[in-house]
């Protein structure tokens, strides 16, 4: 099976820009989950998407938003980007059943903001 | 609210040393505790898992196991090689909730 894919790798963006960033879940998984790591906070969920429904937010500003494809595919996306929301931005995805499933993880998006 | 705690690194050992990364949790209820590995530039790999107490996860090596009593989810491995520097993370899940909880990440490098 393949994994989970993200794309784009790599951006770089100034701030007041926004961005979309995509991941493309293992097949048959119904489940998305995004999570931001920077080097002062660790890896911080930011939102989980099930069946095309947001099932679970964590603690971020409105400006980061997501949804979810019916092909499960998600996206997330930031708005008037700020200097702070230079990161890697992980994606995992898992079937969608209880929640003791693995979460596989995607390679992630580096993200620059200037 | 639930969070993880693991040892503070960088930990340093020579090739063939006893690796043991400390991990302790605070949950309600009963979490599955996972442990991920991430490399430069990668993302995030799952090395092992455990879903209830005293379950014993186990993979390349790597062992850890749940314990109920201490909260605890400490990972060792008897030998370790120059290949398994990296970051390691502890994380939690919670039955029916999937914002999974995670520890700083502790960053091995071993040397040849």
New interface residues.
Partial sequence: KAG?T?TPRYLIKTRGQQVTLSCSPISGHR?V?W?QQTPGQ??Q?LF?YFSETQ??K?NFPGRFSGRQFSNSRSEMNVSTLELGDSALY?C?S?GGG???D???????TRLTVL | GDSVTQMEGPVTLSEEAFLTINCTYTATGYPSLFWYVQYPGEGLQLLLKATKADDKGSNKGFEATYRKETTSFHLEKGSVQVSDSAVYFCALIRHNNNDMRFGAGTRLTVKP
């Fill in positions: 989970v993200q489940s989950s999570y660790g890896l969920f989980e099932r679970n964590g992980l995992a898992y209880p929640s003791t693995t979460q596989y993880f995607g390679p992630g």
